[in-house]
């Protein structure tokens, strides 16, 4: 038979999660008493049957017979009463549903589950029966021998209670509050009562995370805060306040406010924190405390609560000074726009007229108290629509400070006005720039009628230039091609003088055409990394022999260094440099060096020459100024050659110093940037005179320049096409049959067109993948950047107006690369 438990009727009292009271056991000794009546009875059954021996004893056994009647009743009533019990127990524990009952055997074996179980932790009873108790804890509890140590204490102490954590069976907790029982008698083990917490434990964590937040919010706010009961007593205080009076909660909890802080006591803070808890009406003050070395101000509010009175109170002495600075700035400020010559208001958002300062009374001739308050349209109706008013909309709309020129609505005068969008509104300072403006409007009438005169002497020089240039430009090939057909010592003299005339006239021509260019602006320079050994070894080879047929030594001291700088510009500075020394230098020697100093290069030409006399260092750099020179003898020069340099110098950025002593010599110092070493180019070999029979088309419209041109190429050596046009030199080259070794073209030709296009057309004429163009070379007395980058997109040599002869075969030489 298995022995149940019972169960009394009243189920336990929730409030202490204790569970049901441990329920009595059946009656030990009338189930002993009960088996032994059994097994007696079954003795004399078989005394009655086997022993049975006359009729004496009948009655003797009759007598036992009844009694052993008597008893197996007896045993029948009692099993009838523990079977009901059981059923009465069993009935009682399925309709515990709101707690989870189980026994364990001595092993923690589950050998009984009510349906609260299967309610509270999700087993079925057949699942459940026969699985160790384990299956109810998380495994690091089993693994730390949790479950055991339940049993064991309860052997121990008899009763245990415990709230906990138990598994259910899908894997998420389940709080509880756990009776533990042990078992005695027959059927040893465990009594376990859980009784479901979750809810509560749910609502517990709730409340308690509500509270946590509460006091998070309470200890963020910027205000320190006290709270107080009815009786002013302290029954919670923030960690702002902890932080003020440096005193815990748990020291302050419970004491009286005026014991806290005792200076609080008779003062009108008292007063207004019993009125707010008498009246329920919230209370305010800004207070100020002056100590011995301090003033602390501070804002207190008293606040009705359900429990008594909050006291808030915040430091707002840093505020105060701000607005005590401010109120001085503000005073300060006042006293500035009073005094400023220039117009001043301040419009709210709403536009409304907040201050108007007494300049702009003047100039309004308008009272400040007839316009504070009122919005601008209102004083004044014009500014409606008005450039003005929309631009101060605009500066309110993004938010950035403007400052515009306008003609005023109101009064009709230009004012200039700085607009300040800010916080409160719109600050405004205007002046009068009337006369301002008929000044800037007479500059600029001024600068248009300067910049079309620039305009018309740009054009005159284009004209000019290309007008002079073209009839020396034929005398100086005529002279050269006049050579071989003069005889006699007299007529070669006259040609001499003829042709040095001509190259004075060309050096004045190139010179003046230069200096109108820099000072016209229209001379870009190409900035590149420069090697100085080749300029210097070019301008050696160019002056050697002059300097030699004028008995001075010449003396170059290159370096294997680069400059930043254009490298023709650069060239054309250092010559004129040399040429000037060589005129004013007799005897002794001429010295080129550069040097590294200071991360610059440094080109110097020294002299030994006539030298410069200190008054005369800053007029050299002027047009025509020559040094001891007062016949104006042309062998000197024409004294534009440092006025140039000069101006190369502003030009390339290239500063250049001079230091003389009269009678001694002269040194000037070129100063450039260091720029990266490049590999020097190879240049071609300047060309003999000789066109071994190369075919060269000329294409020019002036009729003396073309002669000139055929008639030097044929000395040279080549087979000429001459034309006056790029047509004409199109249709005779389909006459002859033959590709052209060279082009040279004119770049202004008759009827708007230009010498790059007449190259460009006979290059068509022999456009061969598999062979290079052929090579052009632009002749022109254009002065502008134009035709120089016309000429480079073109692929094209350029070369200036007038050209010798000499400089002509040159340019063909690096042209054609001949040697």
């Given at each position: 038979m298995t022995k149940q438990p019972s169960v009394p009727n009243e189920p336990a009292d929730n409030r202490t999660g204790a569970g049901p009271d441990l329920p009595a056991r059946p009656d030990a000794e009338l189930l002993a008493r009960l088996e032994e009546l059994e097994r007696e009875n079954a003795r004399l059954q078989s005394a009655l049957s086997n022993a049975y021996s006359g009729r004496d004893d009948l009655l003797t056994v009759t007598a036992l017979n009844e009694d052993l009647r008597t008893a197996f009743n007896a045993l029948e009533r009692s099993r009838a009463a523990h079977a009901d019990s059981e059923r009465r127990l069993r009935a009682i524990l399925d309709s515990a549903i709101g707690h989870a009952i189980l026994t364990l055997d001595p092993a923690g074996l589950i050998t009984s589950w009510?349906?609260?179980?299967?309610?509270?932790?999700?087993?079925?009873?057949?699942?459940?029966?026969?699985?160790?108790?384990?299956?109810?804890?998380?495994?690091?509890?089993?693994?730390?021998?949790?479950?055991?140590?339940?049993?064991?204490?309860?052997?121990?102490?008899?009763?245990?209670?415990?709230?906990?954590?138990?598994?259910?069976?899908?894997?998420?907790?389940?709080?509880?509050?756990?009776?533990?029982?042990?078992?005695?008698?027959?059927?040893?083990?465990?009594?376990?009562?859980?009784?479901?917490?979750?809810?509560?434990?749910?609502?517990?964590?709730?409340?308690?995370?509500?509270?946590?937040?509460?006091?998070?919010?309470?200890?963020?706010?910027?205000?320190?805060?006290?709270?107080?009961?009815?009786?002013?007593?302290?029954?919670?205080?923030?960690?702002?306040?902890?932080?003020?009076?440096?005193?815990?909660?748990?020291?302050?909890?419970?004491?009286?406010?005026?014991?806290?802080?005792?200076?609080?006591?008779?003062?009108?803070?008292?007063?207004?924190?019993?009125?707010?808890?008498?009246?329920?009406?919230?209370?305010?003050?800004?207070?100020?405390?002056?100590?011995?070395?301090?003033?602390?101000?501070?804002?207190?509010?008293?606040?009705?609560?359900?429990?008594?009175?909050?006291?808030?109170?915040?430091?707002?002495?840093?505020?105060?000074?701000?607005?005590?600075?401010?109120?001085?700035?503000?005073?300060?400020?006042?006293?500035?726009?009073?005094?400023?010559?220039?117009?001043?208001?301040?419009?709210?958002?709403?536009?409304?007229?907040?201050?108007?300062?007494?300049?702009?009374?003047?100039?309004?001739?308008?009272?400040?108290?007839?316009?504070?308050?009122?919005?601008?349209?209102?004083?004044?109706?014009?500014?409606?629509?008005?450039?003005?008013?929309?631009?101060?909309?605009?500066?309110?709309?993004?938010?950035?400070?403007?400052?515009?020129?306008?003609?005023?609505?109101?009064?009709?005068?230009?004012?200039?006005?700085?607009?300040?969008?800010?916080?409160?509104?719109?600050?405004?300072?205007?002046?009068?720039?009337?006369?301002?403006?008929?000044?800037?409007?007479?500059?600029?009438?001024?600068?248009?009628?300067?910049?079309?005169?620039?305009?018309?002497?740009?054009?005159?020089?284009?004209?000019?230039?290309?007008?002079?240039?073209?009839?020396?430009?034929?005398?100086?090939?005529?002279?050269?091609?006049?050579?071989?057909?003069?005889?006699?010592?007299?007529?070669?003299?006259?040609?001499?003088?003829?042709?040095?005339?001509?190259?004075?006239?060309?050096?004045l021509l190139d010179s003046l055409l230069d200096m109108s260019r820099l000072d016209a602006g229209v001379v870009q320079p190409n900035i590149e990394n420069v090697p100085v050994a080749p300029l210097f070894d070019h301008i050696a080879a160019s002056y050697r022999p002059v300097a030699a047929a004028k008995g001075l030594e010449l003396h170059v001291l290159s370096c294997n260094a680069a400059a930043r700088t254009d490298r023709t510009l650069l060239t054309r500075m250092v010559r004129n440099l040399v040429e000037n020394a060589l005129r004013y230098t007799e005897s002794g020697r001429i010295d080129i060096e550069c040097r590294r100093a200071g991360g610059r290069l440094l080109i110097e030409v020294r002299d030994t020459g006539i030298g410069i006399p200190s008054d005369h260092l800053e007029s050299i750099w002027e047009e025509f100024h020559q040094v001891g020179n007062p016949e104006r003898d042309r062998n000197r020069g024409l004294g534009l050659g440092l006025a140039i340099v000069r101006r190369l110098s502003l030009l390339l950025n290239h500063p250049v110093d001079v230091t003389s002593k009269p009678g001694q010599g002269t040194s000037f110092v070129i100063a450039l940037p260091l720029g990266r070493k490049v590999e020097t180019p190879v240049t071609a070999a300047e060309a003999a005179t000789a066109g071994r029979g190369r075919f060269a088309v000329v294409v020019d419209d002036d009729a003396i320049v073309l002669l000139g041109l055929e008639t030097i190429f044929r000395e040279w050596g080549y087979q000429v096409l001459v034309a006056g046009s790029a047509q004409k030199a199109v249709e005779g080259l389909s006459r002859m049959g033959r590709r052209p070794d060279l082009i040279v073209a004119d770049y202004r030709l008759r009827e708007g067109r230009y010498g790059t296009e007449a190259v460009a057309r006979i290059r068509a004429l022999y456009d061969d993948p598999g062979s290079a163009p052929v090579p052009g070379l632009i002749l022109t007395g254009e002065t502008g950047p134009e035709c120089e980058r016309d000429a480079a997109a073109h692929g094209l040599g350029i070369i200036h107006k007038p050209v010798t002869p000499r400089q002509l075969s040159h340019a063909l030489g690096e042209l054609l690369g001949a040697p």
């Open positions: 009510n349906p609260g179980a299967v309610r509270i932790l999700g087993w079925s009873e057949e699942e459940a029966r026969g699985q160790p108790v384990d299956i109810l804890f998380p495994p690091e509890e089993v693994a730390a021998g949790a479950p055991k140590a339940l049993r064991a204490r309860a052997l121990a102490e008899g009763r245990i209670q415990e709230e906990r954590p138990f598994c259910h069976r899908d894997g998420f907790a389940v709080w509880a509050a756990l009776t533990v029982l042990p078992l005695q008698g027959d059927e040893e083990g465990f009594l376990w009562i859980l009784h479901d917490r979750s809810d509560e434990r749910r609502m517990e964590e709730a409340i308690a995370d509500v509270r946590r937040r509460a006091t998070d919010i309470l200890d963020s706010i910027d205000e320190a805060l006290v709270a107080l009961d009815g009786d002013y007593r302290v029954i919670y205080q923030n960690r702002r306040a902890e932080e003020f009076d440096h005193q815990s909660l748990s020291a302050m909890r419970g004491r009286l406010l005026w014991e806290v802080w005792p200076q609080l006591a008779g003062s009108d803070l008292e007063a207004l924190c019993r009125k707010t808890m008498t009246e329920r009406q919230p209370t305010g003050i800004e207070k100020r405390f002056d100590g011995e070395d301090t003033t602390l101000w501070l804002e207190v509010r008293f606040l009705p609560t359900p429990e008594g009175v909050g006291c808030f109170f915040r430091d707002i002495t840093m505020r105060k000074r701000a607005e005590e600075e401010a109120r001085t700035s503000h005073e300060r400020a006042v006293k500035i726009l009073e005094s400023i010559s220039d117009a001043f208001y301040a419009v709210d958002h709403q536009w409304r007229f907040t201050y108007i300062n007494r300049k702009a009374e003047q100039v309004w001739g308008r009272s400040r108290d007839t316009l504070l308050g009122r919005r601008v349209w209102e004083a004044f109706p014009r500014v409606l629509g008005s450039e003005a008013f929309e631009a101060q909309k605009q500066a309110v709309r993004e938010g950035r400070e403007m400052t515009i020129e306008v003609l005023s609505p109101t009064m009709g005068n230009w004012l200039e006005a700085s607009i300040y969008p800010s916080s409160d509104g719109l600050s405004v300072y205007f002046r009068d720039i009337t006369a301002r403006r008929q000044a800037q409007q007479a500059l600029l009438q001024a600068k248009e009628t300067a910049e079309a005169a620039d305009l018309a002497k740009g054009k005159f020089l284009a004209a000019a230039s290309h007008d002079l240039r073209q009839p020396l430009q034929a005398l100086l090939l005529f002279v050269d091609v006049l050579k071989p057909h003069v005889q006699g010592s007299q007529g070669a003299t006259a040609l001499m003088h003829l042709g040095r005339g001509l190259d004075a006239l060309k050096e």
